[in-house]
């Protein structure tokens, strides 16, 4: 039934992108939904373990949080950019990354890059490389703020990476 789901939803998406009804295309239409069905059963043969897509109450507050970041740096960005050019004072930094979940310090590192001024330029172990327009906002990256709310919302997800989380809940 997860095959004959996946078909019909990739024929339609194929037909709707193509837009054409001609016998060869068509044909190439049905190799290339039966090629992507295989890969499919394949993956799914190899991934016996099913994934929660995790979108629960923690991702949603998580979000709200980060659009609200967001904002606030760009009208920061967009003041220094405007202002005098001597406020810029662009800086490389190594943060720490050692109180998030492992499997959430990608998050981290994209969460600081969605926000404007700062990049995020490598990510190794438990340290992010960034880049920023201001060296206040690695000042500031330092501090912890994002970490503590990274690690606050999904400190559960991890037991070993619980117990750094532990000790600053209190901080929020």
């Known amino acids: 039934m997860h095959t004959i789901k996946w ?3 990739l024929s339609v998406f194929w037909l709707l992108l193509s ?11 049905v190799v290339s939904v039966a090629i992507v069905l ?13 994934k ?6 923690r991702s949603v507050r998580y979000l709200v949080w980060l659009i609200g970041q967001i ?6 960005v ?13 800086a490389l930094a190594k943060i720490s990354a050692k109180n998030i979940p492992e499997t959430k310090r990608v998050l981290y590192a994209n969460s600081i890059t969605l926000t404007p001024g700062t990049l995020s330029v490598d990510l190794e172990n438990e340290e992010i ?3 920023a327009l201001q060296s206040a906002s690695i000042d ?15 400190k559960s997800d991890s037991p070993n990476d619980a117990s750094n989380v532990n000790n600053k809940e209190g901080d929020q």
């Open 7 to 9: 078909a019909i939803l």
């Open 19 to 29: 837009g054409y009804i001609q016998p060869l295309l068509l044909s190439f239409g």
């Open 38 to 50: 295989i890969v499919l059963r394949r993956m799914d043969a190899l991934d016996s373990e099913p």
């Open 52 to 57: 929660k897509l995790g979108w629960g109450f």
């Open 71 to 76: 904002f606030l740096s760009s009208v920061h």
């Open 78 to 90: 967009t003041k220094l950019i405007w202002s005098n050019p001597k406020n810029l004072s662009p």
């Open 129 to 131: 490389t960034v880049h």
């Open 140 to 154: 500031e990256l330092k501090e912890g703020g994002m970490e503590r709310k990274i690690a606050g919302i999904w």
